[in-house]
């Protein structure tokens, strides 16, 4: 603020410098008007004298005082311009002349960049020296008339001016600096604001009517999965946003569907508002991860099919453990043929499949809500490893494969753990039993790395056994299906559900010459709670 204000100082000073050298300049012409015998003066040499050294000196001090930064020197220039208009309005006769006027300027400007009794000061000494020379005019030459009255209000003019114009530049430098307060306010808040939009989690941008991009935050890109630069064509950065964005132009009404911008990239959903910038059509784009938006709405359908499914299975359990018990006792009958016996097994059997259907749905009811945990994977997967050692036969090997990373990084997410644990756990044992039979060698794959297209972490399951029918693959995360007599067909409706339910994905992705990849695609921990 100071430095703003020794700027303000400097440009008045210059401007008053070209007034000086012009208002100079003009009264050192007069001179040869002098002459010529157009003017009658006083005393002619000496204002031809007194208007060529204010030229000179006029000229010296616009050259060499062009700041005018220190008090001393603007009040110098103050005093040796009063002191030489003063001698040209002695020179041209007194108060008749209207050279009095002049020094109003002088005594103006020095109350702009002096304040206070400095700036009083100078008006006093401009209506002394007028009140002075003309009382001298009065004794060194009778003839000419004095106006001692217009001098006196002249001098009552140069206080008034002086008292004026220190109360008018005060309310300016008052204006100016909140001005100023307002200014550094308004460019902290969009520092603010910048910087608020830069780490908000929803993706912003702002496109222009030519559907070039005019801003864009950290969390758009990183949806996008692409670098954006500004004034790039959307059409070259989503196409399928371009696309919803000329949809949303011509259909406002209608709402745009969710759409990927990459392989494996999230789910986005876009929300348009219009907006006005200086005169132009923009519209805010508003991107969110539908993996948010179908979490909320997954905690919603579990909830409710929680207490649907646990009334149903309490209802169910109950004639289904008498039907068991009484298939139980018909087979421990002697009178039972073989025929019968076998048939007393079919219906223990499948009571006991019912069974582990109902405390599936029961756990499934019971379930609690997700707790996601900043986890390293890498540690996890070790210590999951050796938790699913008692589990697996002694043939059944699982191999780790995890990508390097550089020193002090770490493949981060956030997930519950417990959770995370029953998806990779159900994962692997479904991999082993594809893998061969029970007791043969089996060896399965986890892999771990970091997508670089998305920057996402994944860990994928990996078996190479018969693989999923292409037929079967489109409902395999449906529940109850099953492609086994004895399977429940929840498995994997339960893993991609708890994934879903901590913002991740799972997905299924068939190998060549054969064989199945369960792949579970993290979110970043960035854009998580």
């Not at 001692?148 to 530049?169: E, H, M, P, T, W």
């Not at 905690?299 to 149903?312: D, E, F, N, P, W």
């Not at 697996?392 to 995370?420: F, K, Y």
Request: glycine share 6%; hydrophobic share 45%.
């Amino acid at each position: 603020m100071a430095r703003q204000a020794d700027s303000q100082r400097a440009r008045i000073v210059r401007i008053y410098n070209v007034y000086r050298v012009v208002l100079a300049f003009l009264l050192a012409l007069l001179s040869t008007s002098l002459r010529e015998g157009v003017l009658d003066l006083a005393n002619p040499e000496l204002y031809e004298a007194a208007s060529w050294v204010y030229l000179l000196v006029n000229v010296a001090i616009a050259l060499m005082l062009h700041q005018g930064r220190r008090d001393l020197h603007l009040f110098a220039m103050a005093v040796l311009d009063i002191f030489l208009l003063s001698l040209l309005f002695y020179a041209a006769g007194g108060a008749g002349s209207g050279f009095g006027n002049l020094l109003l300027i002088p005594v103006a400007t020095g109350n702009i960049l002096l304040h206070g009794r400095i700036g009083l000061l100078l008006a006093a000494l401009a209506s002394l020296a007028l009140m002075y020379l003309t009382f001298f005019l009065s004794l060194s030459m009778p003839s000419l008339p004095q106006n001692y009255l217009q001098v006196g209000v002249l001098g009552c003019i140069f206080f008034a001016v002086a008292l004026f114009v220190q109360r008018l530049s005060r309310k300016l430098q008052q204006s100016e600096s909140l001005a100023q307060q307002q200014a550094v306010s308004l460019a902290s808040l969009e520092k603010l604001n910048k910087l608020i939009i830069q780490r908000m989690r929803t993706g912003i941008v702002v496109a222009n009517a030519r559907h070039q991009v005019l801003l864009a935050n950290e969390a758009a890109a990183q949806m996008l999965g692409k670098p954006i630069m500004r004034e790039m064509a959307l059409d070259g950065l989503s196409p399928s946003l371009a696309q919803r964005l000329q949809q949303w132009q011509q259909y406002p009404s209608i709402r745009a569907l969710p759409f990927q911008n990459h392989s494996g990239g999230a789910e986005l959903m876009a929300n348009f508002k219009p907006l006005t910038q200086a005169g132009e059509e923009t519209v805010l784009i508003f991107l969110d991860d539908n993996a948010q938006v179908a979490q909320q709405a997954q905690q919603l359908k579990l909830a409710s099919l929680g207490r649907l499914t646990a009334s149903i299975a309490h209802e169910i359990r109950n004639p289904l453990g008498a039907i068991s018990h009484a298939a139980q006792l018909l087979g421990e009958s002697a009178q039972l043929s073989e025929q019968d016996q076998r048939l007393s097994e079919i219906i223990q059997q499948h009571s006991k499949r019912m069974n582990r259907v109902i405390e599936t749905v029961l756990e499934l009811s019971r379930r609690r809500p997700s707790e996601p945990q900043l986890v390293d994977l890498w540690l996890w997967v070790e210590q999951f490893l050796q938790d699913f050692e008692p589990s697996r036969l002694p043939n059944d090997v699982i191999e780790l494969e995890c990508e390097e990373q550089s020193a002090g990084d770490a493949i981060l997410t956030r997930m519950d753990p417990n959770q995370l644990g029953q998806v990779v756990g159900n994962l692997c044992q479904n991999a082993l039993r594809y893998s061969g039979r029970e007791g043969d060698t089996r060896t399965i794959w986890i892999r771990l790395y970091i997508k670089r297209d998305t920057d996402l972490p994944v860990l994928e399951v990996i078996d190479h056994g018969p693989g999923i029918d292409p037929d079967h693959v489109p409902h395999i995360f449906e529940p109850f299906y099953t492609t086994e007599a004895s399977g429940t067909g929840l498995g994997l409706y339960i893993s991609r559900e708890l994934c879903e339910s901590n913002q991740a994905r799972l997905e299924y992705e068939p190998l060549e010459p054969r064989g199945c990849c369960m792949r579970i695609t993290f979110a970043h921990p960035k854009r998580l709670v």
